[in-house]
Each structure stands twice: as structure tokens, then as C-alpha cells.
């Protein structure tokens, strides 16, 4: 290993993205799972130097991280897969052979998997809930709208009528002949 070009922390931190923490601990777990990082001689115990091979393990432990989301349960599995490679002489395609027959068993605690669902439950529901809001929305609008419409239908057609007899009385009050103040008085015509 030592003629490969090995990278401190921060070069894998940013290959990785990850923060150094998180970097930090990863290794951790991994190294008390069994697997051997290689030290330089700086400090009492010496700094981690990540090879491509152990930079691979990191981002496989990243993947895994995700679909299991338990940092120790990522570890074991990890290891378990670096000692199986480690004892047993695959070539790169019977190892990818090996891998699509035998599908990684990923296995969630009885609290992680009524997380994952209740997340899903509430993501599925505020957008069941927001569609449904903007059809009620919708809906509300074009029946006010209709009713705002039939509101000012009835109006106009009640002002049309009230002007039209107004129209009817001011013409009938025209014709009426002028009479007479004593006419009026007597009543006669």
C-alpha cells in the first residue's frame, strides 16, 4: 500500500463531502469493527492515511448509511463485506454476479421503520392536502363567482324594469291635459 498515493482527512473530506466529524467517527466505528486504517508518525497515535481502497469503503459506508440509518449496523455489515472479500480470491465480474444475486438485506428497527412511515405519511398527506385545498379553492371561487354574476343579472334586469315604469308614468303624466284649477276643485273634467 505504501506505493499508492495515500490522502489525509480533509482531501477525503472534500472527495466525499463530508464534514470531518462525520469523517472522523465513520472511521472510528469502522476501526472498532476490526478494519485497519494505516497512521503516520505525527501525534501519539498518528494520523488516519485513507488509500482509494479505504476512500471506497468510506463512500460505500455512506450508501449503506442512508438505507440503514444506523451508524454500528453500517459498521458490522461493512466489515462483514471487507472480510468476505478479503478471504475469499473474486474477480471484479463474478464479484458484481455475486452482488446482483445476492441483494443487500437491509434490516430497520421496529422505531426507525414507524419513523420512516409516519414521515411518508405526512409528506403524502400535506400534498394530498394542498391539492385538495387548491380544487376546494378553485371551486369556491367559480361558484361566487357565478353567484356574483347572477347577483348583478337580477339587478340590471330589476333597474331596467324600475326605469321603464318610471319611463311609463312620466308619459302618462304628459298626456293628462292641464286642468283647470276650478275643474279640480269641482271635480269635473
Known amino acids: 500500500m505504501s506505493e499508492q498515493l495515500g490522502y489525509f482527512a480533509k482531501q477525503v473530506c472534500g472527495k ?31 494520523q488516519r492515511i485513507y488509500y482509494e481502497r479505504d476512500i471506497n469503503i468510506i463512500a460505500e459506508f455512506k450508501v449503506l448509511l442512508e438505507r440503514t440509518h444506523s451508524v454500528e449496523n453500517t459498521a458490522k455489515l461493512l466489515m462483514k463485506r471487507v472480510e468476505e472479500d478479503s478471504n475469499a480470491e473474486i474477480t471484479h465480474g463474478v464479484r458484481e454476479e455475486k452482488e446482483r444475486s445476492n441483494p443487500i ?17 405526512e409528506e403524502t398527506s400535506a400534498k394530498v392536502a394542498a ?12 361558484k361566487m363567482e357565478n353567484l356574483i354574476e347572477q347577483r348583478d343579472h337580477k339587478l ?16 302618462a303624466a304628459r298626456e293628462e291635459p292641464a286642468s283647470s284649477f276650478w275643474s279640480r276643485l269641482f271635480n269635473r273634467k
Open 156 to 171: 340590471i334586469n330589476q333597474m331596467n324594469e324600475s326605469m321603464e315604469q318610471r319611463r311609463l308614468e312620466i308619459a
Open 131 to 142: 391539492e385538495v385545498s387548491a380544487q376546494t379553492a378553485e371551486a369556491v371561487y367559480k
Open 16 to 46: 466525499l463531502k463530508l464534514n470531518p466529524n462525520t469523517l472522523r467517527k465513520w472511521a472510528i466505528e469502522l476501526e472498532e469493527n476490526g478494519y485497519k486504517f494505516e497512521r503516520n508518525n505525527k501525534g501519539p497515535n498518528g
Open 105 to 121: 438485506t437491509v434490516t430497520f428497527t421496529r422505531e426507525e421503520l414507524e419513523q420512516y412511515t409516519r414521515g411518508i405519511i
